[in-house]
């Protein structure tokens, strides 16, 4: 098969005649090419998808161009010159020379469909979809059925970021008999133009979980059984300072609505509520709501959130603390199978019933993704983050810092569970003397976790978890174990 950029069509009757009256309407043509990119980029301002188009569909198959009215030798041998330098140079990847090179024989040549097809494409591939969709309509006009030119300008239009014509011209080639590499490449264009109409519109995603478990030290109860004071003194912990147990019934559901403002940006809103019942321990019964709202930017492989957030959380019915503040974050996929990001965030902590609390938090923090190849599709997330909590009320034994990492691995698992473990590690040093006890408090909490997921039908699934805490802590009563186990039932929408 003749390849398209060496196949010479033959001009179309009459073609000549027509020159005339393209040249007086030339004018206004190249005030509309002007106009279409800032036109199309008010429809969206979505930067156009990069989606290769082969040669493959360059070498569509097409009868030959019937000849136009004979013309002079001369201006014949002038033509064929300037054609089969152009095609030498789009071959060697010199687009922009080949287009300004045709551009300045457009009063000479407009209305040649083999002239025209070579400067709509060399204007394509030489960044000016605008000028590539004047070019190529002419070719149409002429030949309708010249499937090269309708593939390309349908690339044109897609470039040009109008989407409902490069729907239908890509619509018009794939209906067609063509070669199968042509139809799925086609076919990844319309795809593409599929993704960007659901991006540019709002869309809402929702979460509902429901939990049954069982929690082994609800009330963060001390592991030692005797503490001993600052001034010497043993002493036996009460009963609310030691390990309560019970089982553990919650609900938790969550919005999110993203709607695309423009230029790369979307704005989100959402909402998570959380009940959490302990039927052995109700004054430590938990209802949580959190909000958010914000922005976010994307270009290239670069993501950027800027959020607000606020909490509410309350104990046994009555409220116990408040937090109002922002997170930044950037995320960058490097290629299909690896991520980083880094993020800070500050907040504001209020204590209703208990103001000496009251706190600043700030901190920083770094994340790893990585999908491995091989069988389970192994997918690897891991941090580290730093930052600290200072006390609002000038207190030294409230405030300290704190570093810590993450690691997590999920694999599949077969019929249909997909397996995670977590480990994560964190320490707390407090600045001042603990009052009570005479120690500074230094804590060193490891978190150990494993579970699975496995859908159940359509948008449901469940989640069986077990996770185990040790807090490793010079202050007794912050010296602790806990192990908790769940099943939990998902259900998303969409």
């Given at each position: ?45 979505q930067a156009p998808l ?117 729907r239908r011209e890509f ?76 089982a553990a019934l919650s ?244």
């Open positions: 098969m003749t390849h398209p950029r060496h196949h010479r069509p033959q001009a179309a009757p009459g073609a000549r005649s027509r020159g005339a009256g393209l040249r007086c309407a030339r004018v206004i043509l190249w005030v509309l090419a002007a106009a279409l990119p800032l036109a199309s980029a008010a429809q969206s301002h990069a989606v290769p188009l082969p040669d493959a569909v360059r070498s569509i198959a097409q009868a030959p161009v019937p000849d136009e009215a004979p013309a002079s030798a001369a201006s014949r041998t002038s033509l064929a010159d300037l054609l089969a330098n152009a095609r030498t140079l789009i071959d060697a990847d010199r687009a922009e020379e080949a287009w300004r090179a045709l551009e300045a024989r457009l009063d000479d040549y407009a209305g040649d469909p083999e002239f025209d097809y070579l400067l709509g494409l060399a204007a394509l591939d030489a960044g000016h979809p605008g000028h590539a969709i004047l070019a190529l309509e002419r070719v149409l006009i002429v030949r309708p059925d010249f499937l090269q030119a309708r593939a390309e300008i349908a690339r044109a239009y897609f470039n040009a970021r109008e989407r409902e014509n490069a619509e018009t080639v794939a209906a067609q008999r063509i070669p199968e590499p042509v139809r799925q490449v086609i076919g990844r264009y319309l795809d593409a133009i599929q993704r960007v109409d659901e991006e540019s519109r709002g869309k809402l995603t929702g979460l509902l979980e429901f939990e049954l478990g069982y929690d082994s030290n609800v009330n963060f109860g001390s592991s030692s059984g005797q503490w001993v004071l600052a001034d010497g003194t043993a002493v036996v912990p009460l009963g609310v300072s030691l390990p309560r147990s019970s609900a938790a559901g969550s919005l999110n609505w993203t709607a695309p403002i423009g230029g790369g940006w979307q704005w989100t809103a959402g909402g998570r509520a959380t009940i959490r019942r302990y039927p052995g321990a109700h004054t430590l019964d938990q209802d949580q709501l959190d909000l958010s709202s914000g922005l976010t930017f994307r270009r290239g492989c670069h993501r950027y959130n800027m959020l607000a957030q606020a909490q509410n959380l309350q104990l046994g019915g009555a409220a116990f603390r408040n937090a109002l503040g922002a997170i930044v974050q950037w995320q960058c996929d490097l290629d299909a199978r690896n991520q980083v990001g880094a993020y800070a965030q500050h907040f504001l902590l209020d204590f209703p019933d208990e103001p000496a609390r009251d706190a600043r938090r700030s901190g920083v923090g770094l994340t790893l993704a990585h999908v491995f190849e091989g069988g389970g599709r192994p997918i690897l997330l891991a941090g580290i983050q730093a930052g600290r909590e200072t006390s609002r009320r000038g207190l030294d034994n409230l405030t300290y810092g704190y570093q810590g990492a993450r690691v997590a691995v999920s694999r599949t698992l077969g019929d249909g569970w997909r397996g995670f473990a977590t480990l994560s590690y964190e320490t707390r040093d407090f600045d001042g003397i603990e009052p009570f006890f005479g120690v500074a408090r230094y804590d060193r909490q490891t978190d150990l976790g494993i579970g699975a997921e496995r859908p159940l039908s359509g948008a449901w699934s469940i989640a069986p978890s077990l996770t185990f805490t040790r807090n490793r802590s010079t202050l007794a009563p912050n010296d602790f174990r806990r192990t908790q186990a769940g099943v939990m039932v998902r259900y998303r929408f969409p």
